[in-house]
């Protein structure tokens, strides 16, 4: 009977390794900042009225102007959706009873920008419109963004350097990679982006609807912070004590 080639990574089924043929079991960490690639605002437009139909069309109206002016900015908008509408009663107290004394609603707007030059006057000119509140803007990376891979081809580099140090201490090297995993890779996100708003503003009564020479405000990109962390096993060549 003749003896087969020893396979390090064959062994495998032992979960901590043989003398032969040990396993090193590591972390690989990566944190990289990255200029954001989008911004988002909110535009909240209010109406008031005495009665329903007058705050509903002051909304209507409001709402549409609001909408005209993002959508002049074009290809800088990469997304622009109504959220939440409301429209609700003010009741004031009146003997035993109650009555109505305004009509308020609201609408919710989101936009998305790519470019950050017109998101600066952009904000401004919302902020000059009548009962308009702008909040904003949150920067993010894409979901699709390159970044996310660049930093996870980092982690995975420095994974390996990391175990191969461990290993030269030991006088041995790496011979196989046995797993390579995201932490708790069944609902874990290792991939996190960090990051924040900058302005909120809330409008003045304006005497005009839109204000034309609003000054463009000056924004500065905060860029976003994303790590990655993953886990690596390996098996090593036989140490030399």
Request: no cysteine; hydrophobic share 40%; glycine share 8%.
């Amino acid at each position: 009977m003749t003896d087969e080639p020893r396979n390090p990574a064959a062994n495998h089924s032992a979960p901590y390794g043989t003398p032969q043929a040990p396993r090193l079991a590591v972390q690989g960490e990566a944190s990289l900042e990255f200029d954001p690639e989008i911004a988002h605002i909110g535009i909240t437009v209010s109406a008031r009225g005495t009665d329903r139909r007058t705050a509903l069309e002051d909304l209507t109206r409001r709402n549409a102007l609001a909408l005209d002016l993002v959508k002049t900015y074009g290809d800088a908008v990469e997304k622009l959706e109504t959220g939440a509408f409301s429209i609700s009663p003010e009741l004031t107290r009146h003997g035993r009873s109650d009555r109505i004394r305004a009509y308020h609603g609201r609408v919710h707007i989101t936009a998305v920008l790519t470019d950050f030059t017109a998101l600066g006057e952009l904000t401004t000119r919302l902020a000059d419109l009548e009962l308009t509140q702008v909040d904003g803007p949150w920067w993010s990376m894409r979901p699709d963004s390159p970044a996310y891979g660049e930093v996870r081809r980092q982690a995975v580099r420095e994974a390996v350097k990391r175990a191969r140090e461990y290993a030269q201490a030991l006088g041995a090297d790496l011979a196989a990679l046995v797993e390579l995993a995201d932490p708790g890779a069944e609902d874990a996100h290792p991939v996190r982006v960090g990051f924040a708003g900058g302005f909120a503003g809330r409008t003045r009564a304006a005497t005009a609807e839109m204000a034309e020479d609003a000054p463009a405000l000056d924004l500065e990109p905060q860029r976003q912070t994303i790590h990655a962390l993953v886990n690596a096993r390996f098996i090593m060549t036989p140490p030399q004590l």
